[in-house]
């Protein structure tokens, strides 16, 4: 149980495209969704939260109109890098959980994006 | 705030070795504490958890200890494998923290044959 499911895997683009990086809960509804940036041997920074129907509470120094989040139902969230450029290639990964609860949170399997 | 500090990697073990990978966190109150595993080009994974005091967590021989006089959550595993070569992340969530997943930077095991 608790799977998520996180597309596509690899992407890679020209500069100046945007990219949407799907994340879905499969078998379970979790309030929240995380979104993680991963740098090459780095840990998770986290980019933003989201709940379903609201607005995505980002994390300092992320730039919301860079990074869009759209939360339209309990099973799915989506990150859409616009205008994307050299500097956002990265390990992008979502995870989906819960507010206020110290439940673990259950992660995708990531996306390696890579702006050309 | 809440932080958690891993030991640094690379560690590199020999198959059937024992393994042991540092943790200790500082938070307010009683934070519930995790062990993730990520394999190369994947996401995270709940290896195992403990939510108070004295839990121990266990998974695929992996078990961690809960210990608050020490703050720690050390990830030990009895014999590894080349397949157990991963990167572990340890992890909590606390009241303090607004329930957020705190990660370690990560500690990278590699086990050769």
């Known amino acids: 149980g608790a799977v998520v499911s996180q597309h596509p895997s690899w992407v890679i683009c020209k500069s100046g495209t945007s990219v949407k990086i799907e994340c879905r809960s499969l078998d379970f509804q979790a309030t929240t969704m995380f979104w993680y940036r991963q740098f090459p041997k780095q840990s998770l920074m986290l980019m933003a939260t989201s709940n379903e129907g609201s607005k995505a509470t980002y994390e300092q120094g992320v730039e919301k109109d860079k990074f869009l989040i759209n939360h339209a139902s309990l099973t799915l969230s989506t990150l859409t890098v616009t205008s994307a450029h050299p500097e956002d290639s990265s390990f992008y990964i979502c995870?989906?959980?819960?507010?206020?609860?110290?439940?673990?949170?259950?992660f995708g399997d990531g996306t390696r994006l890579s702006i050309l | 705030g809440n932080s958690v500090t891993q030991m640094e990697g690379p560690v590199t073990l020999s198959e059937e070795a024992f393994l042991t990978i540092n943790c200790t966190y500082t938070?307010?109150?009683?934070?519930?504490l995790f062990w993730y595993v990520q394999y190369p080009g994947e996401g995270l994974q709940l290896l195992l958890k403990?939510?108070?005091?004295?839990d121990k967590g266990s998974n695929k021989g992996f078990e961690a200890t809960y210990r608050k006089e020490t703050t720690s959550f050390h990830l030990e595993k009895g014999s590894v494998q080349v397949s157990d070569s991963a990167v572990y992340f340890c992890?909590?969530?606390?009241?303090?923290?607004?329930?957020?997943?705190?990660f370690g930077a990560g500690t990278r095991l590699f086990v050769k044959a």
């Open positions: 992890a909590l969530i606390g009241v303090a923290g607004g329930f957020k997943t705190i």
């Open positions: 403990a939510t108070k005091a004295d």
């Open positions: 995870s989906a959980g819960w507010v206020n609860s110290n439940q673990p949170q259950h």
């Open positions: 938070a307010t109150g009683y934070p519930s």
